[in-house]
């Protein structure tokens, strides 16, 4: 998985509870990325980083924050989780900007009760 | 919504058949398109991508085709086999330096033996 770790890998929570997922790469990527997948939706992307401090938002980024403090580590949090974001979410990484090639992490399985 | 639309959402295919996804976008922005291929458990991988500036790409038994004006593009796999048996997505994109992809929902595709 290009160097890329997700932590943790499954995570079932109860709703209104915060939660934090942690995507570490050793690549020393630039840009690094959260999708959300879910059944009829595809990926979609929630938040992005193309610099440590520097995020933007995707197209779902309701009810979730990032931050990026090093190079290296990207840090997705729900603040209160809801059922509605029970999914399966992937870290992405890549090398530059547009065209090049984004690497995905294995994924965090979260169940929200 | 969904600015690629992707079809079939599953596909079942012989062995040594030809299986075909279909997708279409509307953003007349994107100008990259990317293929990947995502096997259970897995995140998404690069398989296949193109520029709009040519018609069609192959790398081995994948080709892309692409149509312009139509704005579709499709994903062939030629000689099908069992461990082609994955889920694939097609993405767009365009050029904003932080390489945001759009996904469409995705096909199940089984190769039978």
Same mark, same amino acid.
């Given at each position: 998985?290009?160097?890329?770790?997700?932590?943790?890998?499954?995570?079932? *929570?109860? =709703?209104?509870?915060?939660?934090?997922?942690?995507?570490?790469?050793?690549?020393?990527? #630039?840009?690094?990325?959260?999708?959300?997948?879910?059944?009829?939706? $595809?990926?979609?992307?929630?938040?992005?980083?193309?610099?440590?401090?520097?995020?933007?938002?995707? @197209?779902?980024?309701? $009810?979730?924050?990032?931050? #990026?403090?090093?190079?290296?580590?990207?840090?997705?949090?729900?603040?209160?989780?809801?059922?509605?974001? =029970?999914?399966?979410?992937?870290?992405?990484?890549?090398?530059?900007? *547009?065209?090049? @090639?984004? +690497?995905?992490?294995?994924?965090? #399985?979260?169940?929200?009760? | 919504?969904?600015?690629?639309?992707?079809?079939?959402?599953?596909?079942?295919?012989?062995?040594?058949?030809?299986?075909?996804?279909?997708?279409?976008? @509307?953003? *007349?922005?994107?100008?990259?398109?990317?293929?990947?291929?995502?096997?259970?458990?897995?995140?998404?991988?690069?398989?296949?991508?193109?520029?709009?500036?040519?018609? @069609?790409?192959?790398?081995?038994? +994948? *080709?892309?085709?692409?149509?312009?004006?139509?704005?579709?593009?499709?994903?062939?796999?030629?000689?099908?086999?069992?461990?082609?048996?994955?889920?694939? +997505?097609?993405?767009?994109?365009?050029?904003?330096?932080?390489?945001?992809? +759009?996904?469409? =929902? $995705? =096909?199940?595709?089984?190769?039978?033996?």
């Amino acid at each position: 998985d290009a160097g890329i770790t997700q932590s943790p890998r499954h995570k079932v *929570t109860e =709703t209104g509870t915060p939660v934090t997922l942690r995507c570490h790469q050793t690549e020393n990527h #630039r840009y690094m990325y959260w999708y959300r997948q879910d059944p009829g939706h $595809g990926l979609r992307l929630i938040h992005y980083s193309y610099g440590v401090k520097d995020t933007d938002k995707g @197209e779902v980024s309701d $009810g979730y924050s990032v931050s #990026r403090s090093k190079t290296e580590d990207f840090l997705l949090t729900l603040e209160s989780a809801t059922s509605s974001q =029970t999914s399966v979410y992937f870290c992405a990484i890549s090398f530059s900007g *547009t065209y090049n @090639e984004q +690497f995905f992490g294995p994924g965090t #399985r979260l169940t929200v009760l | 919504q969904q600015q690629v639309k992707q079809s079939p959402q599953s596909l079942i295919v012989q062995k040594g058949g030809i299986s075909i996804i279909n997708c279409a976008y @509307e953003n *007349t922005a994107f100008d990259y398109f990317p293929w990947y291929q995502q096997f259970p458990g897995k995140g998404p991988a690069l398989l296949i991508a193109i520029r709009p500036d040519v018609s @069609e790409k192959k790398e081995g038994r +994948f *080709t892309i085709s692409f149509n312009k004006s139509a704005k579709q593009f499709s994903l062939h796999i030629m000689d099908s086999q069992p461990g082609d048996s994955a889920t694939y +997505f097609c993405a767009a994109t365009y050029q904003t330096g932080a390489n945001n992809l +759009f996904f469409g =929902t $995705g =096909t199940r595709l089984t190769v039978i033996p």
